[in-house]
């Protein structure tokens, strides 16, 4: 695996054809759409429900809506800023409805940033990502994720690893910019706590309170 | 100097290219002098590094399938729909 940042983004002006000629109704261009980023919406589907059924109908009811409401993609923003504006709604629909049943536990404990807490001070290993499979890695990453509470996650995936900006994010979900801020920083701490404990290296078992 | 708690709330800043420089300087200054917010800094880093460097993995062929054929009835509809 390389930490070489994601390569999946296409040529901008190669997509804006494409968009183009899907909005005028040419099948194969949507499919050609579809084929970029289905596993990207998958991913973020799954990433934000945590349940397999529910992140199989936002990746349906995404690709499907975005189909229907074609004539409304002005291509002011990216194609997929929006295809992921669509499946974050969806999945975030899922989301109540889950937790309407209580099916979601509530309200984890959750590394704040605020309060003075301790905090794993080790160092890491180096080259972790070598010393795992990558599907160890991928169990490691999606664990601390779903460890989060969905609020925190839902912010982490957005602005960092789809790489929206804090403003998209903040409008994506309907909260302030700074509530995107703070959310994103505990969310960072959180996950930082948790990957420390999986890859620090032997030996190392500081602690602070900070 | 700041405290190890006030640096932890802007450790967004600091990991943030866009940060304006007087404050990065600041904050520079408090990661120089603390071994344990250094340690923080490395780790925070290392964790958006690897989140980031990792690829989507391929969708379940089942589900992959579903999602296929219910695109297909979709645009067969708006076929029928414009003759
Ligand atoms: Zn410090």
Redesign the interface.
């Given at each position: 695996m390389s930490l070489v940042p994601s390569t999946t983004a296409p040529d901008v002006f190669d997509e804006s054809a494409l968009v183009a000629k899907a909005r005028a109704g040419d099948a194969q261009a949507f499919t050609e759409l579809v084929n970029r980023y289905e596993r990207k919406i998958y991913r973020l589907a799954k990433h934000i429900t945590q349940n397999d059924e529910d992140a199989e109908d936002v990746l349906q009811e995404a690709f499907l809506k975005a189909y229907e409401h074609l004539d409304s993609f002005h291509g002011n923003s990216k194609f997929y800023t929006w295809i992921v504006r669509i499946a974050v709604n969806e999945a975030l629909m899922k989301l109540r409805k889950r937790r309407g049943d209580r099916t979601v536990p509530l309200d984890e404990p959750v590394d704040t940033g605020e309060e003075m807490v301790a905090r794993e001070i080790a160092v890491w290993e180096d080259n972790p990502e070598q010393r795992y499979s990558r599907e160890e890695i991928q169990q490691i990453l999606d664990r601390a994720i779903e460890s989060l509470k969905p609020d925190f996650r839902t912010v982490f995936i957005l602005r960092d690893i789809e790489e929206m900006s804090t403003e998209e994010t903040a409008e994506t979900l309907g909260i302030s910019v700074p509530a995107v801020k703070s959310r994103l920083l505990r969310a960072r701490l959180a996950l930082r706590e948790k990957l420390t404990r999986q890859f620090k290296r032997k030996g190392e078992d500081a602690f602070a309170y900070l | 100097m700041l405290t190890?708690?006030q640096f932890?709330?802007e450790?967004?800043d600091y990991l943030d290219p866009n940060t304006d420089p007087d404050m990065k300087r600041r904050l520079e200054a408090h990661v120089t002098e603390c071994?344990?917010?250094f340690?923080?800094v490395?780790?925070?880093k290392?964790?958006?590094?690897?989140?980031?460097?990792?690829?989507?993995?391929?969708?379940p062929e089942d589900?992959?399938t579903?999602?296929w054929r219910?695109?297909e009835r979709?645009?067969a509809a708006?076929k029928c729909a414009?003759g």
């Open positions: - | 190890c708690k932890l709330q450790l967004n071994p344990n917010c340690v923080i490395d780790t925070t290392k964790t958006l590094e690897i989140y980031k460097g990792v690829e989507p993995q391929t969708i589900v992959k579903r999602l219910a695109l979709k645009m708006r414009q």
